[in-house]
């Protein structure tokens, strides 16, 4: 088979399996786990083939017109270059663990048929963005993702913060999408085509004569799928779906779909300086503001969630500066080690029986009671920390490096303040992600307390694939002096001066967290937390429900719980409260945007039911008095009817002879 044969087999498959899912799921439920496994796992084999033919070198493209528009046109078209085929790779391999971790995590689910396709549908469609060379076709895949996570994390729809969390993910995504189907059309107006190749070229020649305008409305629909201030609220909000969800939408598709969208069209936003400041400014405050959150969630998730919303913006600063290499190259890395903390965290939230790091910090033993979660999860916050030798360290390193030379001026395709912009943040949200991934660590697997209760050994489907992710963790990075053929043959090698910066701020952080924890530890022992833990010996999805249903009982729907042995209170004290409210900003949207359209709602509805049905009813109201009027003639006496005959008669006599002496006197 020809290379781009092999390339629409790809997406193809898990679409497949989706519909056969779907189809088979009630009927034959026998075949809904192959039929979920095996697809993503042909598709992870033949991605891997086609990223070894295409070998980092020239671009592969092939199209065929989908069909006549009058203007536009739009192709069925692949452009494969070397971010194509890593990012497919990557997507297919936590798509497959991701499928493989979910048989046993929801093995008891009635509803894991149509889970189960959603997640294959889901992987398609992210396939789809990151293969398609025609914006239009990218767009559909693009809006496929959007309506599967609507579906997905809202999965225990039976719990009132699932449903709020999968209609407010749907609504700020489609927020940001409006301008930016504005923005794809105006870019297709301006250059001639919604091919991506075409789109480039026109760019490179000078098509482009709103640059600044195109890319803002793009990055209000990247800022959205992406989770980048001030479109993330919905990301820490959307983990009260199921954990192998969380871990497919933050380490695969969904938010990486944004960043992979800016890395192919990057010459449309470095066409404009402007709109990579404010790229540059909406990535730095994302990355520390995020660090600040997450050093004050207590849902496990939530930190984790925080945590992506950072690293994002980690890339969206390596796009602003105009490397996409670093931006696609840190995607990777962090692909690979956010899959492994998420699904490590499944499995802690089972076996704790809570998700709650401040009833986990009084257990004791209970790393003893997960060892394949403990040091995977282990590795990989290492490796989000930014540490020597995993991959984190050398993908952020090669954001930090590009920044700084946009800031010293040995780069011209941003403008330095974005470079100054992201490397101070960058440094910043160094011991921010330190910090939090130490806070973390220590309340998870150093609590103290009663023992952590044993039951038994997690299934191997979900131990089995936190090994297999844990290998990209420890060794994508160090292939980086080999794999600059698949990044526009740009170096990606860390430079001494940031290396030594951001390990030593790194450190720091991870440092202070330590000895914050060891000051307030005593007191976990003489403050009772209340009763947060579930029953964990049912299958891990219903201990995931009972766990988030009994945190919420316990402390409410805010992100921390009032535990005044947790060390991110003692670090950032006053600030506490607020970021664990993530500043306040859906309280923000609520009163500038919520409450606005809900009372122009009111409004419709009061003209509605008070003016425009006022007319209808009284439209009704005087046809029934007519009838009622015209019903009390209608006696049903025949002597009535002769008499109201003759009567009228004699009027209508009376009427003609008067008449008639009226016509013969004039």
Known sequence: MTTTTLAVLVPLLPFLGAAAGLLLGRGAPGFVRPLAVLPSLASLVIAAVVA??????????????????????????LHLDGFAVLVAV????????????????????????SYAALVSLFTSAMLLVVYSGDLMVLLVGWEIMGICSYFLVGHYWETPEARAASLKAFLVTKLGDVPFLIGLFALAAETGTFRI??????????????????????????????????????????MAGPTPVSALIHAATMVAAGIYFVARLLPVFAASGAALVVLAVMAAVTMI??????????????????????QLGYMSGALAVGDRGAAVFHLLSHGAFKAVLFLAAGVVIHAAGTNSLAAMSRMDGLAKRIPDAYWTMTVALLALAAIPPFAGFFSKEAVLVAAEHTALGDRHVAPAAAGWTVLIAGLLAAVLTAAYATRLWLLAFRGRGAEAPDHGSQPVAMTSVLWVLAVPTIAFGLTVGVIGDWFDGHSLTPSLTTAVLSTGVGLVGGLVTYGAWRHTTALAARTPMGSVVAHPDAEPALVEIEAIEARTAAFGDTGDAPDPADPGRLLLGPLHRHAATGFHLDAVYAVLFVRPVQA????????????????????????????????????????TYLSALLAGSLVLAVAAVVFANVNAGS
């Open 52 to 77: 070894a033919r295409q070998g980092g070198g020239r671009a592969i493209d092939a199209a065929t017109q989908l069909t006549p528009t009058g203007s536009v046109p739009i192709d069925l078209a």
């Open 197 to 238: 190749t075409g789109i480039l070229g026109s760019v490179a020649h000078g098509g482009l004569d709103h640059p600044t305008v195109i890319a803002l409305l793009l990055l209000a629909g990247v800022a959205g799928k992406s989770a980048q201030f001030p479109l993330h609220t919905w990301l820490p909000d959307a």
């Open 289 to 310: 503001g995020s660090g600040l959150a997450a050093l004050a969630q207590d849902d496990i998730k939530r930190v984790l969630a925080y945590s992506t919303i950072g």
């Open 90 to 113: 990557l997507v297919a391999l936590v798509a497959s663990c991701v499928q493989i971790y979910s048989t046993a995590y929801l093995r008891d689910d009635p509803r894991y048929p």
């Open 600 to 639: 122009a709602a009111s409004l419709v509805r009061f003209l509605d039911r008070e003016v425009v049905d006022t007319y209808v009813r009284g439209s009704a109201t005087g046809a029934r008095w007519l009838g009622t009027a015209v019903r009390r003639a209608q006696t049903g006496n025949v002597q």
